[in-house]
């Protein structure tokens, strides 16, 4: 067959996120399956949240022209073996494993096939601890930083042996039901906006900074294939100073998603002129970019002004990239 992959992965982020850029990122890409991972990052939520974002990913995917099918994947986490850690990500997994279920879909346990192979290749050496066999897959490079590259061929094989146990089971599209969660009883879209997008207007100092940076840069030290979801265009402040952006929207949430420097700074939101909230671009590790805080809007169904102020840094060469505005609607 020739297949197409399409990358559509953002790392470090949660499936909240996830669900929020799927119709950006996943629907046009018209897929015949989806794989969706986020049993490592979704271990910081509790079971119901999990599996909110989850369903709604699922529920996007069966509103698609041509339903694809889906799998759930259920990545380990590289920390595991500290006490406590598995029992967390153990709970977050049966709870996704219930909506995979409700749904009639597929899903790979990564850990559990590893926990396989490790007793395979501990009959071949006794000796081999737990820790010796995880090094080989992950390595520590900072506090909270793992290079796990070594531990996707594990991947592979797990989702082979799967895939190869019951194809047509794993082509199968989710079943058309009621909503699991209570909360997703009514549907929610979302949409996105480009910093560049024609609809914004700038005040300030402002430059347009095309996708993908490049490695090493300060301003986004990210993964290059992760730049697609800022393909629109990113607007970076020159100077803090008098810089701001406005738009109109009839949502009834904003936040944006923006790419990571190794020193941001913050902005406050005005909605119709009354403060609504903060907006900022920084994070404790720079290798990565997140998605704000959800900014409400009045829901009325008309459109309102929002506009984006940057407060001053208490700091010099800070930088505000805003990278894209996701738009949330509750039909």
């Keep these: 067959k020739n297949i197409k992959i399409v990358n559509a992965g953002l790392n470090g982020t949660m499936s909240e996120f996830g669900a929020s850029r799927f119709s950006r990122d996943v629907t046009p890409a018209n897929p015949d399956i989806v794989f969706i ?23 996007q995917c069966n509103r698609m022209e041509k339903k694809p099918a889906v799998v759930f994947l259920f990545a380990p986490l590289p920390t595991e073996t500290v006490a ?14 219930e909506l995979a279920d409700y749904y009639g879909i597929k899903t790979v346990n990564i850990h559990d096939y590893m926990m396989r192979d490790y007793e395979k290749q501990k009959a071949a050496k006794p000796a081999l ?21 070594g531990g996707y061929e594990k991947y592979a094989a797990a989702i082979n042996e799967a895939i190869n146990a019951d194809l047509e089971g794993f082509l199968k599209t989710p079943k058309n039901k009621t909503a699991f969660c209570q909360e997703n009883q009514k549907y929610t879209e979302y949409t996105s906006i480009s910093a560049a997008d024609a609809r914004i207007t700038y005040s300030g100092a402002w430059i347009k900074r095309d996708a993908p940076f490049v490695i090493g840069d300060d301003n986004a030290a990210l993964n290059d294939r992760h730049f697609e979801f800022f393909k629109g265009g990113i607007m970076q402040a020159i100077s803090i100073q008098d810089a701001n952006f406005e738009f109109k929207s009839d949502a009834d949430a904003l936040r944006l998603a923006y790419v990571t420097s190794k020193a941001g700074c913050s902005a406050t939101v005005y909605v119709d002129g009354k403060e609504s909230g903060v907006w900022r671009t920084v994070s404790a590790n720079a290798n990565f970019h997140f998605p704000n805080a959800w900014i409400e809007l009045p829901k009325d169904g008309k459109k309102h002004t929002v506009k984006v102020v940057l407060d001053k840094p208490t700091e010099s060469n800070y930088v505000f990239n805003a990278g894209t505005i996701i738009e949330k609607r509750v039909k």
């Design 84 to 97: 406590g850690t598995l029992q967390s990500w153990e709970t977050e997994v049966a709870s996704k494993k």
């Design 129 to 149: 601890t737990l820790s010796q066999y995880y090094d080989t897959m992950y390595k520590k490079t900072g506090e909270n930083t793992w290079d796990v590259h």
């Design 37 to 59: 991972e986020f049993a490592v990052n979704d271990e910081k939520y509790d079971a119901l949240s999990a599996k909110l974002y989850m369903e709604q990913m699922v529920m």
